[in-house]
């Protein structure tokens, strides 16, 4: 998932057109549903659909639905289920009787079941199955004692818990938000005189914005007609950024808390040369992701890097694919062997994660069928031995392959001459962080900075699973 924003002082300007170039290059993080909504003096106008950014949207879509105005906020976005609805897709725009606010939102809620019962109970109707719905019901409930929309935000705060990164629109204000422990990134630029928001740096680039600063963790930040300030009551925390970004999540080429995420990746690779050498004649990466760990690997062991596969642009990520078989019908035409770097080869393969293990596998015997004599796997991350609740799509124990057997046995499982994983010391080392920040490494350590889902059973969800699975 992953959010924009942007306000300018000039009106009737192209802001939608602007949240198209930006979502265009946050597409890596979502690419089931995409959304647009633009204030145009007070009256916002949204458009939200299924499907990728370029097949959402076009020239005349923008213009004839969406217009010109002062604000725009986007979203993209995956979703858990095998089939998601446009219901699902963001931005919200929701009105009610203190004026409209539309919002979009990255991340994951771990107490969506207390939090959607108490608001049913109150007479709240819910036409969605997403955390964002409910955060606009919470923080609507605290405007209507609030002398603010951003007062109700930081009212609402109190009650959210989890991970979120949040872009907020009323109609004379935008507001960015970022949950305590600031596990998602969330950035802020300037475009000329414009103030923009994003979940990724890459997104400034993309529009020829100007990164100027993370959201603080905790930090809630109100752009109007009289400029930018912050309230910051809910700061403190160090902060814990999600280490997967860095190992998978965002784009090379982005910068979070200070660190180049391109960086980060080849010091994995690295660190993985050093913990876990072998002796192999050319090191090539998995698309794309295993790419800058592959040349951090080659580059520190002395064994010379190669291109090993050629990627189908046009296929996505196939990790974000709701289930097995979209998974694995991705992997068949979106990786193509290079037969002639690794034929007759002892090949290090590096890769970012094993998560289920069929992917590495079926990599892993097409290697083989070009002609690599000998398959040695790197994994840049620690196994993955616990869920995600932040947002992060890594299942629940009973899916994750390290949770069931040891690492020879997932070796001999994916088909592999040998398989190193990168420590959990070594992962919290690959980012030098200017705020100083840790990382959430929840996934690898079993440790959650902002806590965990109760038992509390959230009947939505189940009922939502069953309806998506007879369609």
């Known amino acids: 998932m992953s959010v924009f924003g942007i306000f300018t002082n000039k009106k009737q300007s192209d802001v939608a057109s602007e949240a198209y170039m930006a979502l265009f290059s946050l597409q890596h993080r979502g690419q089931q549903s995409c959304g647009i909504a633009v204030n145009d003096d007070g009256v916002i106008k949204s458009y939200r659909d299924m499907g990728l950014v370029p097949e959402t949207f076009n020239p005349e879509l923008l213009a004839s639905k969406l217009g010109l105005g002062n604000m725009a906020i986007g979203h993209v976005e995956y979703s858990k289920y095998a089939n998601g609805s446009r219901s699902d897709a963001q931005p919200l725009v929701v009105r009610h009787i203190k004026g409209t606010m539309a919002l979009a939102s990255s991340g994951t809620l771990v107490n969506v079941p207390e ?11 819910f036409h969605s199955s997403t955390d964002a719905e409910i955060i606009s019901h919470v923080i609507i409930k605290e405007r209507l004692n609030a002398k603010s929309i951003e007062a109700a935000v930081e009212q609402a705060m109190h009650r959210l818990k989890g991970s979120y990164s949040l872009i907020i629109m009323s109609p004379q204000k935008l507001i960015a938000a970022r949950d305590p422990e600031g596990i998602h990134p969330l950035c802020m630029g300037q475009l000329g005189d414009d103030v923009v928001f994003a979940s990724e740096s890459c997104a400034f680039d993309s529009i020829g914005a100007t990164f100027v600063r993370d959201i603080k963790p905790g930090e809630i930040v109100i752009v109007d007609q009289d400029g930018v300030r912050s309230i910051e009551s809910h700061c403190g925390s160090k902060g814990h950024i999600c280490v997967f970004e860095y190992v998978y999540t965002a784009r090379p080429d982005s910068v979070i808390e200070g660190a180049s995420v391109h960086d980060a990746r080849r010091r994995a690779g690295a660190f ?200």
Not at 115 to 122: G, V
Not at 305 to 329: A, H, M, S, W
Not at 340 to 345: H, N
């Open 115 to 125: 939090l959607r019962e108490e608001l049913e109970l109150n007479g709240a109707i």
């Open 272 to 471: 993985m040369a050093l913990e876990s050498p072998c002796q192999a004649d050319v090191v090539i990466g998995v698309p794309d992701s295993g790419l800058d760990a592959a040349l951090g690997f080659a580059q520190q062991s002395g064994i010379p890097y190669g291109v090993g596969f050629i990627k189908n642009r046009y296929i996505g990520r196939t990790f974000i694919l709701p289930t097995q078989k979209q998974r694995e019908d991705a992997v068949r035409i979106k990786l193509n062997v290079l037969k002639a770097t690794v034929a007759g080869k002892r090949v290090v393969m590096v890769d970012d994660s094993i998560v289920r293990g069929t992917t590495s596998a079926n990599i892993i015997r097409m290697l083989r069928e070009a002609g690599a004599t000998e398959v040695h796997v790197r994994i840049s991350s620690p196994p993955f031995i616990n869920p995600c609740y932040y947002g992060t799509d890594i299942d629940s124990k009973d899916k994750l392959i390290a949770c069931k057997m040891s690492i020879d046995e997932i070796r001999q499982k994916i088909g592999a001459d040998s398989l190193g994983y990168l420590s959990l010391e070594g992962v919290k080392k690959i980012a030098h962080c200017s705020t100083n920040c840790e990382f959430c490494t929840a996934c690898f350590d079993g440790i959650y900075p902002a806590g965990v889902p109760s038992q509390k059973e959230n009947k939505y969800d189940k009922f939502n699973y069953h309806i998506n699975e007879k369609r």
